[in-house]
């Protein structure tokens, strides 16, 4: 089963809003997800992802998508630092 990173979308007709999400590729874009990873509002400019469940998918071998990609990347570097 190959795996992708990707956004779902939501929201209202000229007012979207995407879930990203871990899918299946061979599902639909609004199709049944694995697990749900965060939101991401176009509009407002508005992220959130569980950066932990992002890095254990990609990890495992799940291929994020070139707007998942630079969403994730953008939250990176926003997320405060932890030494451990």
Known sequence: MSTKIRLKRAGRKKSPFYRIVVIDSREKRDGRCIEDLGWFDPLKDLVSIKLDRFDHWFKVG?????RVNSIAKKQKE???KTDK
């Open 78 to 80: 926003v997320a405060p």
């Open 62 to 66: 799940a291929i994020p998508s070139e």
